[in-house]
């Protein structure tokens, strides 16, 4: 396991993660051109009951699922986005955004699984 420490907001977290975890996340943020940091402040808000290592281990899973064109007739369509991100392009051209459409997917399943935990 590898540890790495991020900062969300004014708070310092402590993220450890298998090393495949990590080559997986790093080409993550490479491909989208974005940070740590910026991943982790969404998960984290997105996340609901779940633990941030947990989150990032599902977004991961999410993103590169999303990435390989896996659709709602696997097992388990439920990750997958309900509805595409879209941006737009500087000339007006809508394209799908894999980091925003697995968030968006991400939160979808941590909030149906918010609302099947048991109460406290």
Known sequence: MTKRSVKIGTQRYLVQLEPYFWQSIDEILEEEKIKFSFLCSELNRLKGNYPLTKAIRLFTLIYFRNSAGIGSKQPYPHIIAEESAKFQS???EEYPSPLMTSLQAFSQYAER???LADPV
Request: aromatic share 0%; hydrophobic share 0%.
């Open 90 to 92: 500087k000339n007006g």
């Open 113 to 115: 699984e918010d609302r």
